[in-house]
């Protein structure tokens, strides 16, 4: 293969990859604006993120099955074409659920494009320059969701919510063209009639992953199980995940391959995904909420906040699979990762209400050099103790890992959040009292400002100043749940470190690792 015709290839692959990853996060920026335009409130609007990451959960782990029924290469163009569609479809959405529908649809054909793409991509190299692919292939994954919600903002800074959707329809056309063009069809191993469809364990990976993907992503909104739904979701998702395991480990053709956990290296590199999709997708949550909310930061200037961590993440996945290249064991690198975006999830924790921009560029660069560290090296340990014949199956549940990691992370913080700011803001109130000569004055000294200001009778203006106070209270007490919150992120790192000493260290001098994904 010619150096320009690999070069189109992986920019149209990876760019397949990159246009799903974008549209996990670039509607957050999003909603309030969706619910307004629409009429729906703000909780019914949520479910355009929800259907989205319930479509995305359930087709990952049986890309590479569907990928050898069907034929990788006609997989993956529909693929594109049922992204592309679906974007058309939500950008011309009327109502709501017409949107939550067809965002469900989106995600269908969003899914597959992940661990489809990383396959085309890694083959296209020869084994040597493998690591090389994977920090391609990881340069998309980091900069996708980092980079949607800056998209997302200055979309709706020059025309409307629709936009989001509608910018998806050029990109897959033309992504689509390359791919008839480009992609080619792997040589299969095995016949295609061979591949039985597991009715069984699809019926319980939808039951189980979809209903746990709900829970998840509603479960704080609805006061977790005081809610009935609630309940009965995370019944159905136990029986769902327990008979979907118990399925998928005695029939003879499963959809989704669960021996392959076996390896050690994939079942700590999937714990470890888990965790680093916690990180990578909590801080794309945490960090535009605490500077637009909190802060009140514009959504285009807080969106550009994660530019400068994603160019320096760039240079760094580049470097870190050289360093992988050249012998450095995996487990050294994985290790630095975690500290980093530990430092980074540290800094976060000590914002004040001061905080300006300024303050955000050097933890976010932390942020984009740890996650950076981790992905090619978590990608190479999760398939490095596989036969050939399972590594598209090993590298599919990895990739389910992160996108459930990030949903299982957003729910934990959330939760969290409101526990902190119950604490922080009961805290705050005791240390209000009216024998407080600080809080005297402080009041005296807003109510006289209100008086002038707005020109209220004397009553009025002590109502407000003790609104305006409490409002104080609600910040100061929100500000430090989100502290908390960024260092919980940083926590499940350190504690997820210790698997490390379960993966045998490569000794000195060893072969590099190279990691070839083929779907059969």
Known sequence: MSSLRLFLLCATVIAAAVMELIDTSIVNVALSHMSGNLGATLADTSWVITSYAIANIIIIPITSFLAAR????????????LFTMASALCGTAGNIWTLVAFRFVQGLGGGALLSTSQTIVFEAFPPAKRGIAAALFGIGVFTGPTIGPTLGGYILDVTSWHWIFLVNIPIGIVVTVLSVW??????????????????????????????????????QEEDW?????????????????????????????????????????????????????????????????FAQRLLHFPVLDTGL??????????????????????????PVIITLGFLIFFAFSWRMSLLTGAAGKGDFYLPLILRGVGIALLTVPLTALAVSGLALKDIAQGAALNNMMRQLGGSFGIAMVNTYLATQFAVHRQALVT?????DLNV??????????????????PLNAVQRACQLLDSTVNQQASIQSYNDAFLLVGGCFLAAMPLLLLVARRKPGAAPVTVSLSDH
């Open 440 to 457: 005297t004055a402080r009041l005296a000294a807003t109510t006289q400002l209100v008086a002038a200001r707005l020109g209220q009778a």
């Open 182 to 219: 480009l992609v080619a069809e792997p040589v299969a191993t095995s016949s295609r009639a061979s591949l039985r469809m597991d009715w069984v364990g699809l019926l319980f990976l939808v039951m189980g992953v979809g209903a746990l993907q709900v829970v998840l992503e509603r479960g």
């Open 305 to 330: 906040l994660l530019v400068p961590g994603a160019l320096v993440a760039i240079f760094v996945l580049i470097l870190t699979a050289r360093a992988l290249q050249g012998g450095v064991p995996i």
């Open 431 to 435: 240390h209000l009292s009216a024998t």
């Open 70 to 81: 069907f034929g990788r290469r006609r997989y993956f163009i529909g693929s594109i074409i």
């Open 225 to 289: 199980f005081a809610t009935t739904y609630i309940v009965q979701l995370s019944a159905v998702a136990v029986i769902g995940i327990v008979g979907f395991i118990w399925w998928e480990l005695t029939t003879e053709f499963p959809i989704v391959n669960l021996r392959v956990l076996k390896s050690r290296s994939l079942a700590v590199a999937a714990v470890l995904t888990f965790v680093t999709g916690m990180g990578l997708f909590t801080s794309v949550y945490l960090t535009p909420v």
